[in-house]
């Protein structure tokens, strides 16, 4: 093992061994208490703005010239505009019900054992995740309300917004009953501290990568440590041959051009082809006029000069820019049959007026959000009454689609007796 290595071993244990501490003291505190530092956490990201800003630039400047593309660019930029948001976010979380402690469900058995089955926290999460310091935020602040400890391991683009952002929450938590170290920044910058966070079974509760297939794939195949997935995004939206093609061209062109490099934006068309005369023109016009470039098969290139041919690999592409892979289909069951064979398990909408149609597109797709004639930019923790989100779990096992608060919970049962035993009566009464 290299010095590096040795290094990077010896810091990150560490630095899980004092979120494991403090994960066990911060279970013991109270929701008022964690909202209350999630509520000192908000100002200080709005009072300390100045310096978050000026990391971010510094991100961004070194970002560029390393060549970074406009999508790495993008995801990277942190606005005024974006980190009061982010600050408003953490807010309103802090006013929301505390998840720990609430009873899932509970009874009392006829030999009178009463069940509860209630929440109780992971313990110490950790996130992995590529260029975008408002997951840094986001993360940090629902693990502090579902009285987690978070072990925070963002991309190399992001670092001086990150350690910044983390200095200034770290700062905030010191002057309440959140242990500090309940939220840190994973040592060290090489691949060989990720690895070492992913060996730490047994103080690493949880990993969630967030970020490329590649990242992801990776954590699955190499990590110790149980993984909650979060899904690319190669979401379709299908028109259907009894759709409305205005709500058909709004829903496309939200979907695709209004964030084109986050996970729920479209990456595939599918076209009924009763309706493709009537909607290709006009959908491949309003797409060149957003500087949308389309890769599609032979029928949709006859309807548009600008339509550039599709290779097999388009079709499972998340381009995370604007470009998008289009196809005409001769049935709805041909349009299942491709998002089958392509789709990321991410999110699928179909546009139709016909309810039998509808029916059948949600329950033909095993995936974690289906729109019927809604944008995929919904599938959004925010959009969907969740508040801030961790990302899309595209997997069946604990959590699925949009993840929020509750998904950082697992739950315990308790039994309270009366000196009950298993095979008799309880303990008589003197």
Not at 46 to 65: F, G, V
């Amino acid at each position: 093992m290299t010095t590096t290595a040795t290094e990077a071993t010896a810091t990150v244990r560490g630095a899980a061994l004092a979120a494991r501490d403090a994960a066990v003291r911060l279970a013991a505190t109270t929701g008022a208490q964690r909202d209350f530092a999630l509520t000192a956490l908000a100002g200080r990201l709005a009072e300390a703005a100045p310096r978050i800003l000026a990391a971010n630039e510094q991100d961004l400047d070194a970002a560029r010239t390393a060549g970074q593309s406009a999508t790495v660019l993008d995801r990277l930029t942190v606005s005024r505009q974006q980190l009061e948001g982010l600050a408003e976010t953490v807010r309103a979380l802090a006013g929301e019900p505390d998840p720990v402690g609430e009873v899932v469900s509970g009874s009392v058995m006829p030999n009178g054992l009463e069940v509860r089955r209630i929440r109780v926290p992971l313990g110490v999460v950790g996130m992995i995740y590529e260029g975008r310091p408002n997951v840094t935020v986001d993360a940090a602040a629902l693990c502090i309300k579902s009285g987690n400890a978070a072990l925070l391991r963002g991309s190399s683009t992001a670092r001086r917004t990150n350690a910044t952002l983390v200095r200034v929450m770290r700062d905030a938590l010191a002057g309440t009953a959140v242990p500090v170290d309940a939220l840190q920044l994973v040592p060290g910058t090489s691949h060989a501290s990720v690895h070492e966070l992913m060996s730490l079974r047994g103080l690493v509760d949880v990993l969630i990568p967030r970020g490329g297939r590649d990242l992801i794939e990776a954590t699955v195949r190499q990590s110790a440590v149980p993984v909650i997935e979060t899904g690319v995004g190669n979401c379709h939206v299908y028109v259907d041959e009894h759709a409305d093609l205005d709500k058909a061209l709004a829903v496309l062109l939200n979907a695709k051009t209004q964030r084109p490099s986050v996970c729920n934006a479209v990456e595939s068309l599918l076209v009924h082809e009763a309706v493709a005369p009537a909607f290709l023109p006009r959908a491949l016009t309003a797409l060149a006029d957003h500087g949308v470039t389309v890769h599609g098969d032979e029928r949709v290139r006859s309807f548009h000069e600008a339509v550039v041919p599709a290779g097999a690999e388009d079709w499972e592409r998340e381009y995370l820019a604007l470009e998008i892979a289009a196809a005409v289909v001769g049935s709805l069951e041909s349009a299942i049959d491709h998002i089958r064979r392509y789709g990321s398990g991410h999110t699928e909408a179909i546009v139709t007026d016909s309810q039998t149609a509808a029916r059948r597109f949600v329950a033909a797709l095993d995936t974690a959000v289906v729109a019927v004639n809604a944008s995929t930019r919904f599938a959004d923790g925010g959009e969907l009454g969740l508040g801030a989100e961790l990302g899309i779990s595209t997997q069946k096992l604990h959590a699925r689609g949009p993840m929020g608060v509750t998904a950082l919970t697992t739950t315990k049962y308790v039994l309270v007796g009366d000196g009950h035993i298993r095979g008799g009566a309880a303990v008589p009464r003197p």
